[in-house]
């Protein structure tokens, strides 16, 4: 059974541009989450989904962050502009609906230049 | 005050060892204890979960939970140096969902 899916891996930008990162969960997990990594310290959550609802957005910057989840499935999480503080990882996981264990993605290792 | 406060290390043990990694949370309510392993430039893998007090093994790991003292530790026998890598713990209140990760233990076991 595949695991959680992200891409890109890696994405070099330069600030003041747009990016865009895309999540496949695992088949039949209902809920998605959005991570953050920064160098050094453990995931912080950006964002939860119940299929296509978002539940949990409190810790997303709304005002350059933004995410859709249209179909209840794959995911993607966005940034415009991007700044140079937002270089990081940017992790997904998914998990069943209610359930105890989130399972993670490769992540994508972004880098703002 | 972080909702988990774990030693960030870095540690290192020769091939063989046993290794104990801790951490120490604040809030009586959370019930749910995990261990992630993240290897360099991967992703987490959940590696160890626990549901309230307790001991939990699974081959050379051991998790333990002791919630009077609000702390938990996982313990690795033999450590070998496939086991290098950073271990995250996590505690939840309600399962996956609001899950408070600490900042990562990294460990490096020496052939």
């Known amino acids: 059974e595949a695991g959680v899916v992200q891409s890109p891996r890696y994405k070099i930008i330069e600030k003041k541009q747009p990016v865009a990162f895309w999540c496949n969960p695992i088949?039949?997990?209902?809920?998605l989450y959005w991570y953050l990594q920064n160098l050094g310290q453990g995931p912080e959550l950006l964002i939860r989904?119940?299929?296509?609802?978002?539940?949990?957005d409190s810790q997303l910057p709304k005002d350059r962050f933004s995410a859709e989840r249209l179909k209840g499935v794959d995911s993607t999480l966005k940034i415009q502009p991007a700044e140079l503080g937002d270089s990081a990882v940017y992790l997904c996981?998914?998990?069943?609906?209610?359930?105890?264990?989130?399972?993670f993605g490769q992540g994508t290792r972004l880098t703002v230049v | 005050q972080k909702e988990v406060e774990q030693d960030p290390g870095p540690l290192s043990v020769p091939e063989g060892a046993i290794v104990s990694l801790n951490c120490t949370y604040s809030?009586?309510?959370?019930?749910?204890f995990m261990w992630y392993r993240q290897y360099s430039r991967k992703g987490p893998e959940l590696l160890m979960y626990?549901?309230?007090?307790g001991n939990k093994e699974d081959g050379r790991f051991t998790a333990q939970v002791d919630k009077s003292s609000k702390y938990i530790s996982l313990f690795i026998r033999d450590s070998q140096p496939s086991d290098s890598a950073t271990y995250l713990c996590?505690?939840?209140?309600?399962?996956?969902?609001?899950?408070?990760f600490g900042t990562g233990t990294r460990l490096t076991v020496i052939p």
């Open positions: 996981a998914s998990s069943l609906q209610g359930g105890d264990m989130a399972f």
């Open positions: 088949s039949g997990h209902n809920t």
């Open positions: 989904y119940e299929n296509e609802e978002a539940v949990d």
């Open positions: 809030n009586s309510a959370f019930q749910y």
């Open positions: 626990t549901y309230s007090s």
């Open positions: 996590a505690i939840a209140q309600t399962g996956a969902n609001n899950l408070f």
